[in-house]
Nanobody, 129 residues
C-alpha cells in the first residue's frame, strides 16, 4: 500500500523556520518526482517545490525561491522541505505528492500543472505573530 505521510507543520512567527517531512512507503518502483504543494483558504492549490529522484534536481516556484530548500534522504525514503524566512502569505496546508513530473513551475510566465498520482494528507503551516 502506497503511503505518503507529512509532518512538521505548526505555528511560527514571521521570519521563522519550519522543516516539513514527507515519508514515503509502499513504492515498488522509482516514484520519479516528489513535490510539495500548498493550498491557502479560498485559493487554488499551487506547486511549491519538487525534487527528482533520479538525479536530485530541484525546482521552486518564484514565491519561495531562495527561502525554501527541498532535499531527500533515499535511505529513509523521506523528502524534506526546509522553510526559512517564513511570511504570513506562506500560511497554507502543505501536501507532498509522488509519481509525477518534476519540472519548472512556470514557463514563459504561465503556470505549469503537473499531475501526481499519490498524495499525503497534508500538514498545516501557520505564519503569524
Amino acid at each position: 500500500q502506497v503511503r505518503l505521510v507529512e509532518s512538521g507543520g505548526g505555528l511560527v512567527q514571521p521570519g521563522g523556520s519550519l522543516r516539513l517531512s514527507c515519508e514515503a512507503s509502499g513504492f515498488t518502483e522509482d516514484y520519479y518526482g516528489i513535490a510539495w504543494f500548498r493550498q491557502a483558504p479560498g485559493k487554488a492549490r499551487e506547486g511549491v517545490s519538487c525534487i527528482r529522484t533520479s538525479d536530485g534536481r530541484t525546482h521552486y516556484t518564484d514565491a519561495v525561491e531562495g527561502r525554501f530548500t527541498v532535499s531527500r534522504d533515499n535511505a529513509e525514503n523521506t523528502v524534506y522541505l526546509q522553510m526559512d524566512s517564513l511570511k504570513p502569505e506562506d500560511t497554507a496546508v502543505y501536501y507532498c505528492a509522488a509519481e509525477g513530473i518534476c519540472g519548472p513551475w512556470t514557463v514563459g510566465g504561465a503556470a505549469v500543472k503537473y499531475d501526481y498520482n499519490y498524495w499525503g494528507q497534508g500538514t498545516q503551516v501557520t505564519v503569524s505573530s
